[in-house]
């Protein structure tokens, strides 16, 4: 038997190495991480002000987190591709919790700061209990179709910056029927501009190795500049107002911190979901071990220090680690030249960055979400035959009840889709797969299986507990009523323990067998399952084997 060996990752240039029972950092950058960092830049620079749009923020907001947080990640993090930035979703539910505050002209960075910090401390909070693995806890259904919803919302209100049309923040619904009916205010000049670099956008996607929204922004800059846009009615950015206090502007007066609490929830739930699953498949990509712990911690330290410099919440998303992955860095030292690369450019030129035209920005965040409305996810789950449906709901749940309602409804729908599975479980009913075999296979999916004459032999494809082992054991006591079985054989392969209420279902079941004149066997029970059986019930608890073979021979000595 060939066994696969997947190299260790040890880290090289410029990477923590661990000496004794310290660790020691080593600023040594090699030319692939160089480029590779100044590639991801040239993306991580215009999805900054970007997001920063989408949330409503100055755009010096989305910047200044990027530093700060992918800083923070690179010295802690473990990831050798991940970076740390803001992302389109945490953004999106931002906005809404901004929304929902309503903070004053003055507060709204403070507030966003104070979201961005809360978040971060639910990140420690679930580091230090351990509950890193609770990442995979939002099933990808519902994250596919939460995404897609999600885009098509972020899009729709890019639009009215694209026609150059003046509209407050509404739903989805309200925002197409507001366009529609002032459609004779579209302003021309801004439409054609932002048709022209969205198309651009699109086309230099083609050719990956050249960073088609850093030239689409950088042509905008130009054009503002040489053309006078402003002249043509053609709105821009914000100035950002780049200084050493909007690096260390701390959090000031916000809302009640119960608001903040509340709100700040949904925006590190995404989060948590979204960056442990880019960090998870880069890392299996490449045989890279990571800790969901730490890297938890990680990103809550991370969103600490966006807090603390008046930035928006941070993660690791898909694109940007990708983008840093195809780029073919080496280490983490090309975040580390990403984030260097965007401070030089927010503390040397900010005036540029206020030179972006609206609707440029506008396709730019258009473009960096035309992935997410792929159909390809929700085909492939409907010809799956499985989960199509929560993703539908998922999706439609942003689009209806807009994006903190529809995150909501994202995460019931998860919970929801595991009790329902675990609350009604399919029950097999098992056979030998072939005459003299110790094996039993499910008799519904191997039409060859035999039945082993006056035994009916069941399995619930979940484990018991008090959620279901009563409505189980009730219909498997139907399905061997409907046989001339004078044994019952349960196999509890999927229980590697049971709690109280399914013991005492399991004594109740057995003794209304006995009652019948039939016997139950338990077979595959697990140690600590049996050790709980005989505690509650012995000397009543029913016999267990190891085996369904075992319990099959153990039946037929019985009826013997």
Not at 99 to 112: D, Q
Not at 156 to 182: K, S
Not at 282 to 289: D, E, F, T, V, Y
Not at 492 to 509: C, K, M, P, Q, Y
Request: with cysteine; proline share 5%.
């Amino acid at each position: 038997m060939m066994t696969r060996v997947f190299p260790v990752q040890t880290e090289q240039h410029g990477v923590l190495r661990r000496r004794g029972a310290g660790t020691t950092l080593r600023f040594r950058t090699t030319r692939a991480d160089w480029i590779a960092g100044l590639s991801v830049a040239g993306l991580m620079l215009p999805e900054g002000v970007a997001y920063s749009a989408i949330a409503g923020l100055s755009p010096i907001a989305g910047l200044t987190a990027a530093i700060a947080g992918g800083l923070v990640y690179f010295l802690i993090g473990r990831s050798r591709f991940a970076i740390v930035s803001p992302t389109s979703s945490a953004a999106a539910i931002l906005a809404a919790s901004l929304a929902s505050l309503h903070p004053a002209a003055g507060s709204v960075e403070s507030t966003a700061a104070a979201l961005t910090v809360t978040v971060g401390l639910i990140f420690l909070a679930l580091a230090v209990a351990q509950l890193g693995s609770f990442a995979g806890f939002i099933s990808r259904p519902v994250l596919r179709g939460f995404a897609f919803g999600l885009a098509v919302s972020i899009i729709v209100g890019q639009l009215p910056h694209i026609v150059g049309v003046a509209l407050p923040r509404e739903t989805v619904w309200q925002t197409l029927a507001e366009l529609l009916g002032h459609s004779d205010e579209f302003h021309w000049a801004s439409v054609l501009y932002g048709v022209s670099a969205l198309a651009a956008l699109l086309f230099l996607r083609r050719f990956p190795a050249i960073p088609g929204a850093l030239i689409v922004l950088c042509s905008g800059i130009a054009s503002s500049v040489l053309l006078n846009l402003g002249g043509l009615g053609i709105a821009t950015t914000p100035p950002v107002a780049f200084s050493l206090h909007s690096m260390a502007g701390g959090i000031g007066a916000t809302a009640g911190l119960s608001d903040i609490a509340r709100l700040a929830a949904p925006i590190a739930l995404i989060l948590f979901a979204e960056s442990w699953g880019t960090i998870r498949n880069l890392a299996l990509r490449h045989g890279q071990k990571v800790s969901p712990d730490r890297e938890i911690a990680a990103l809550g330290l991370a969103n600490l220090a966006a807090g603390l410099v008046q930035g928006m919440p941070v993660g690791a998303g898909f694109s940007a680690g990708s983008a840093n992955e195809g780029a073919g860095a080496k280490s983490r030292m090309s975040a580390a030249v990403a984030c260097c690369a965007i401070l030089a450019v927010v503390a040397l030129a900010p005036g540029l960055i206020a030179r972006i035209p609206s609707p440029v920005l506008s396709a730019v965040v258009v473009a960096a979400l035309v992935h997410a409305l792929s159909l390809a996810p929700l085909r492939h789950l409907l010809e799956l035959r499985r989960d199509f449906w929560i993703s539908i709901t998922a999706a439609l749940g942003v689009l209806l009840f807009g994006v903190l309602n529809g995150m909501l409804l994202a995460v019931v729908l998860s919970v929801f889709a595991l009790l329902r599975r675990l609350a009604k479980p399919r029950i097999s009913q098992l056979g030998q797969s072939s005459p003299g075999s110790h094996d039993y296979v499910d008799m519904a999916e191997h039409t060859k299986a035999l039945a082993i004459p006056g035994v009916a032999i069941f399995r619930p494809n979940a484990p018991l507990f008090f959620g279901n082992a009563e409505a189980v054991l009730d219909e498997i006591g139907r399905a061997a009523n409907r046989t001339d079985a004078h044994c019952v054989i349960l196999s509890l392969e999927e229980s590697d323990d049971l709690d109280s209420t399914a013991i005492d279902a399991l004594g109740e079941f057995a003794q209304s067998l006995e009652s019948e004149g039939r016997s139950l066997l338990l077979a595959r029970l697990h140690d600590r399952a049996r050790t709980g059986l005989e505690l509650a019930l012995s000397p009543l608890a029913p016999v267990g084997t190891f085996s369904v073979a075992d319990a099959v021979a153990q039946a037929q000595t019985i009826s013997g």
